[in-house]
């Protein structure tokens, strides 16, 4: 059963790999200027082998496409890695790397230097992901300290208290849009919160592949100790594992994560929560083989997501957020509905 599983799961891991590849390659030819596959990979390859092109291709290629191709890969894949731990660290199915209040305080962040009318397009670009990183810290701070007060880091405790800090920072960040945003301001504040990778640049891909390349070894190493968590706090505490100390080093890692990855893209919905179900689905419950594929699923989703967002309305665009709920909630319906079949029968 155990090898077969493995199997299965480096088979999954296998072909979800090769579709991030395609789809990547897919999503940079589609939009208003069509571009063939065959054409993008070989102004790709020529910018990787220090042969820059120019031209108007290249340009829609190289400095629009290929990074907002790639940020969504990494955003796809950070969401959903922080997903399948939270789910794990709390034992609650319906958890997701938002949980916490990470979401709000990242937001209230980004909403405030959008709002504060930084006129450098550079000086944004670096304020918004700091300002969003350090909301997201924030949130986490309030959230443990409240269940430190309230006596204890238990699961239900920690994410009482998210709720808690999750709603009051939603409601500064809404104070904040009505008393100081304006005609374009707006719109592009309320594009920041429904989610929009638009903006990405190649910072936005190295601020999500570091922040991946960081914490996801990480989580990845912490495998087996979230198995153990699995079973209940006292079925681990005899199996050695220090609940307390592993459950905070997880907690903290997932902000980070998950900061890095909302002040490049706003807060994106579902791709945390559905993604680590239908991993489950088929490769069982072991998270030494839900974090990869799970990884490489939420990337593929989330490029074709995004993809959907900038051509659906050609040649408006939507929030890629809108996307992924009309997409996600029917898959979470019917998640629910098999596992309450499975669990009646």
Same mark, same amino acid.
């Given at each position: 059963?155990?090898?077969g599983?493995?199997?299965?799961?480096r088979?999954?891991?296998?072909?979800l790999?090769?579709?991030?590849?395609?789809?990547?390659?897919?999503?940079?030819?589609?939009g208003?200027?069509?571009?063939?596959?065959?054409?993008?990979?070989?102004?790709?390859?020529?910018?990787?082998?220090g042969?820059?092109?120019?031209?108007? &291709?290249?340009?829609?290629v190289?400095d629009?496409? =290929?990074?907002?191709a +790639?940020? %969504? #890969? *990494?955003?796809? /894949?950070? !969401?959903a890695s922080?997903?399948?731990v939270?789910?794990?660290?709390t034992?609650?199915?319906?958890?997701?790397?938002?949980?916490?209040?990470?979401?709000?305080?990242a937001?209230?962040?980004?909403?405030?230097?959008?709002?504060l009318?930084?006129g450098?397009?550079?000086?944004?670009?670096? &304020?918004?992901?700091i300002?969003?990183?350090?909301? =997201?810290?924030?949130? +986490?701070? %309030? #959230? *443990?300290?409240? /269940?430190? !007060?309230?006596?204890?880091?238990?699961?239900?405790?920690?994410?009482?208290?998210?709720?808690?800090?999750?709603?009051?920072?939603?409601?500064?960040?809404?104070?904040v849009?009505?008393?100081?945003a304006?005609?374009?301001?707006?719109?592009?504040?309320?594009?920041?919160?429904?989610?929009s990778?638009a903006?990405?640049?190649?910072?936005?891909? =190295?601020?999500t592949?570091?922040a991946? #390349? *960081?914490?996801?070894?990480? !989580?990845?190493?912490h495998?087996?100790?979230?198995?153990?968590?699995?079973?209940?706090?006292?079925?681990?505490?005899?199996?050695?594992?220090?609940?307390?100390r592993?459950?905070?080093v997880?907690?903290?890692?997932?902000s980070?994560?998950?900061?890095?990855?909302v002040?490049t893209?706003?807060?994106?919905?579902?791709?945390?929560?559905?993604?680590p179900?239908?991993?489950?689905?088929l490769?069982g419950?072991?998270h030494?083989?839900?974090l990869?594929?799970?990884?490489l699923?939420g990337a593929?989703?989330?490029?074709?997501?995004?993809?959907?967002?900038?051509?659906?309305?050609?040649?408006?665009?939507?929030?890629?957020?809108?996307?992924?709920a009309l997409?996600?909630?029917p898959?979470?319906v019917v998640?629910?509905?098999?596992?309450?079949?499975?669990a009646?029968?």
């Amino acid at each position: 059963m155990a090898a077969g599983l493995d199997r299965r799961a480096r088979m999954l891991t296998a072909a979800l790999a090769a579709a991030l590849v395609a789809s990547i390659g897919l999503a940079v030819s589609l939009g208003v200027a069509g571009l063939a596959p065959a054409e993008v990979w070989g102004i790709v390859a020529g910018h990787l082998t220090g042969r820059g092109g120019d031209g108007t &291709a290249d340009a829609i290629v190289w400095d629009i496409r =290929a990074p907002r191709a +790639l940020t %969504a #890969a *990494l955003v796809g /894949a950070g !969401l959903a890695s922080a997903g399948v731990v939270m789910q794990g660290l709390t034992r609650n199915p319906l958890a997701d790397p938002y949980l916490l209040g990470l979401s709000s305080g990242a937001s209230l962040g980004a909403v405030g230097v959008l709002l504060l009318g930084i006129g450098s397009t550079v000086a944004l670009s670096l &304020a918004l992901p700091i300002a969003a990183f350090a909301g =997201a810290l924030l949130a +986490l701070a %309030a #959230a *443990l300290g409240i /269940a430190r !007060l309230a006596g204890s880091l238990a699961p239900t405790t920690v994410v009482l208290a998210g709720i808690a800090v999750s709603q009051l920072l939603a409601a500064c960040t809404s104070l904040v849009i009505v008393m100081t945003a304006k005609g374009d301001a707006y719109r592009q504040v309320l594009s920041w919160l429904l989610g929009s990778l638009a903006g990405s640049t190649w910072a936005s891909v =190295a601020i999500t592949c570091a922040a991946l #390349a *960081l914490v996801y070894p990480l !989580l990845r190493a912490h495998a087996t100790r979230l198995d153990a968590f699995a079973l209940g706090d006292t079925a681990a505490e005899a199996l050695g594992i220090p609940t307390r100390r592993t459950r905070l080093v997880l907690f903290v890692a997932v902000s980070l994560l998950t900061g890095a990855m909302v002040s490049t893209s706003g807060a994106i919905g579902f791709v945390g929560l559905i993604l680590p179900h239908l991993v489950r689905g088929l490769v069982g419950g072991l998270h030494r083989h839900v974090l990869p594929t799970a990884a490489l699923g939420g990337a593929v989703f989330l490029v074709w997501a995004d993809t959907l967002a900038r051509t659906m309305l050609d040649p408006r665009e939507i929030p890629v957020g809108i996307v992924t709920a009309l997409v996600g909630v029917p898959v979470f319906v019917v998640v629910l509905r098999r596992a309450r079949g499975t669990a009646w029968t």
